[in-house]
């Protein structure tokens, strides 16, 4: 009785260390290997005329002060057919030899639009706009190996992609948007640019990205909605932006959180805070007030100890990479928001580049693994 009593004690443990072990999120990653810019604007700004300056008030190539800095990362996103011409697939690929030369990593963002996607609005591009579920898979499976393999064929194989950009509630709207929590449709074209990213090139990593960092119940909505439909993917993305998203304790949350319940990496695709609360041009600041978040005032100093504990509570929650949007956007006339209208539009961003007004660096920003 004694020995049956031990065997089922002992059974009873052994099922429960494997319970545990199960459920146990894994060891926080030690370092941030995603050191990260998205600097999508710089080839328009460079056209222009704009200049950069390093912390000794040297001219540079951005993309040599930004590795200075600490950057080991590019993000550039790509639209389909933007009026301007900026961030087309000519555009892309000819920066990306640019990146490579520098011995940075490359991530491509697909909008797969015209313009602007973001969790209030994805517009199909021109050219899908008649098309159903069915072709859009097609399209987008298309599309992305083409952008992919291209840049594969000229040596600058992307190191990562992105399906869509914020797609809290889905892509290529109304067809791709999730309604009634209904991911069946979205989850066929998340599937679509996987697939065709892999058939390009193995390597690849393929991420998922969302603007939920504010809200644990809205990321796992979504991401249980896609993993529920056999949705594959690498790396979860969100962005963060303090003003916008709350307290970095809810970031630090949704971080451990996504990481453990989905068992992938996490970065922060995108973050930035202002260094003035000014405004450098006639388009309103997508950004203002002296301190938009509390404890960090609208000042250089201010700018770099926010990005510093953004950072620090990425890499505390075990994330392992960090993107600040734009750095390199400072104002430049002709470089204006609307891809329809760059000249006659100012830019929102000024306040929030990592460079100032006439293009000098914010010398207390740094990404730091």
């Known amino acids: 009785m004694i020995g049956y009593r031990l065997r089922r ?57 930004l590795a ?12 389909n057919n933007p009026p301007s011409g900026y961030n087309n697939k000519a555009k892309v690929l000819a920066y990306a030899r640019t990146v490579k030369a520098k011995g940075l ?44 393999n291209s840049l594969k064929a000229q040596g600058t194989t992307p190191d990562s992609v992105q ?4 797609i809290n509630v889905g892509m290529l709207w109304n067809d791709g948007r999730v309604v009634n929590n209904d991911f069946t449709n979205l989850s066929l074209l998340l ?3 996987y697939n065709a990213t892999k058939a390009c090139n193995s390597g690849t990593q393929v991420i998922i990205h969302t603007a939920n960092a504010d809200n644990l119940d809205h990321a796992r909505w979504f991401y249980d909605g896609i993993r529920a ?6 790396i979860t993305a969100l962005s963060y932006y303090c003003m916008w998203h709350g307290s970095q304790s809810t970031l630090y949350n949704v971080i451990t959180d996504t990481r453990t319940r989905y068992g992938k990496p996490v970065i922060v695709a995108e973050t930035a805070y202002p260094f003035t609360s000014a405004n450098a041009d006639s388009e309103g600041n997508a950004i203002g007030g002296t301190a938009p978040c509390s404890g960090y005032p609208a000042t250089w100093a201010g700018q770099a100890t926010n990005f510093t504990h953004v950072q620090n509570t990425a890499r505390n929650a075990g994330a392992i990479g960090v993107f600040y949007w734009e750095p390199t956007w400072y104002a430049i006339a002709g470089n204006g928001w609307d891809p329809a209208n760059m000249n006659g539009t100012g830019n929102q961003w000024d306040n929030m580049a990592t460079f100032d007004w006439t293009g000098h660096v914010n010398p207390g920003i740094k990404w730091t693994p």
Request: glycine share 8%; proline share 4%; aromatic share 10%.
């Open 229 to 234: 439909k056999g949705v594959p993917w690498d």
């Open 9 to 65: 004690l002992l059974l009873a443990l052994t099922t429960l260390v494997a319970a545990v072990s199960l459920n146990s999120a894994p060891a926080a990653a030690a370092t941030l290997s995603m050191r990260g810019a998205d600097i999508s604007s710089v080839q328009r700004s460079l056209d222009l005329g704009a200049k950069y300056y390093n912390a000794s008030g040297t001219a540079a190539d951005p993309l040599d002060i």
């Open 68 to 79: 200075a800095a600490g950057v080991n990362y590019v993000r550039l996103r790509i639209w």
């Open 105 to 148: 990593r490359l991530m491509i963002d697909f909008h797969y639009s015209d313009t602007w996607a973001d969790p209030g609005k994805q517009y199909k591009p021109a050219a899908w706009a008649s098309h159903g579920i069915g072709q859009l898979q097609t399209d987008v499976y298309n599309y992305t190996y083409d952008i992919c």
């Open 163 to 166: 399906i869509g950009n914020e």
């Open 191 to 193: 599937k679509a640019g």
